[in-house]
């Protein structure tokens, strides 16, 4: 059985950061794809981050150079890195296995003063 569990989320001023992480079992980890997508209230997922299992990434634009995906194939663990983090970036964010039908339960960041 296919588990992923995020944590790390919370909530944070503007201009601080957090760091997500999703810890994942049940799959061969190393030879998947994986991505970070969010949803905010009344807007559809959105598709925040992806690395490949080269470890090779992608950004939405509207996080580019201040969001990080990493993974650590040892710990079966994708990380997402938040900095400077926006009132906007307010979403429950989730961690899914590439081309796969895989989710996390999703984890609340909030950015507000």
């Known amino acids: 059985q296919v588990q992923l569990v995020e944590s790390g989320g919370g909530l944070v001023q503007p201009g601080g950061s957090l760091r997500l992480s999703c810890a994942a079992s049940?799959?061969?980890?190393?030879?998947?794809?994986m991505d970070w997508y969010r949803q905010a209230p009344g807007k559809q997922r959105e598709l925040v981050a992806a690395?490949?299992?080269?470890?090779?990434?992608n950004y939405a634009d509207s996080v580019k150079g201040r969001f990080t995906i990493s993974r650590d194939n040892a710990k079966k663990t994708v990380y997402l890195q938040m900095n400077s983090l926006k009132p906007e970036d307010t979403a429950v964010y989730y961690c899914h296995v590439g081309n796969r039908d895989y989710w996390g339960q999703g984890t609340q960041v909030t950015v507000s003063s």
């Open positions: 690395i490949t299992r080269g470890g090779s990434t």
């Open positions: 049940g799959i061969i980890f190393s030879i998947y794809g």
